[in-house]
């Protein structure tokens, strides 16, 4: 079954830098577009970053745009999320995301458990 694990959150000061990886198991990740989102209090989650089946293209929010760096790694089936200049508002859990196909719109099917990343001031 698909699997997406998250891993490499955790405590950092402000304005530094952490790497968050998405292992992923259980489909063709080459396959899919994949996705990073981050968790809203109140508001459910928030698009991070988008990137394509061949790492061709790269998409960003604006409030990370030029901070964060997304990559993936198809033959590790890994998916990565590289964080510098970290804000306190950063501070929420991050999930992977699997791209639902076959949609107009970007949505997603599955995703994992989330790593928690803190941003101390």
């Known amino acids: 079954q698909v699997q997406l694990v998250e891993s490499g959150g955790g405590l950092v000061q402000s304005g530094g830098s952490l790497r968050l990886s998405c292992a992923a198991t259980?489909?063709?990740?080459?396959?899919?577009?994949m996705y990073w989102v981050r968790q809203v209090p109140g508001k459910g989650l928030e698009w991070v970053s988008t990137?394509?089946?061949?790492?061709?293209?790269?998409y960003y929010a604006g409030s990370v745009e030029g901070r964060f760096t997304i990559s993936k790694n198809n033959a590790k089936n890994t998916l990565y999320l590289q964080m510098n200049s970290v804000k306190p508002e950063d501070t929420t859990l991050y999930y992977c995301?699997?791209?639902?196909?076959?949609?107009?719109?970007?949505?997603?099917?599955?995703w994992g458990q989330g790593t928690q990343v803190t941003v101390s001031s």
């Open positions: 990137i394509n089946t061949d790492v061709s293209n790269t």
């Open positions: 995301a699997r791209e639902l196909q076959g949609v107009a719109d970007w949505a997603y099917d599955y």
């Open positions: 259980g489909f063709t990740f080459s396959d899919y577009w």
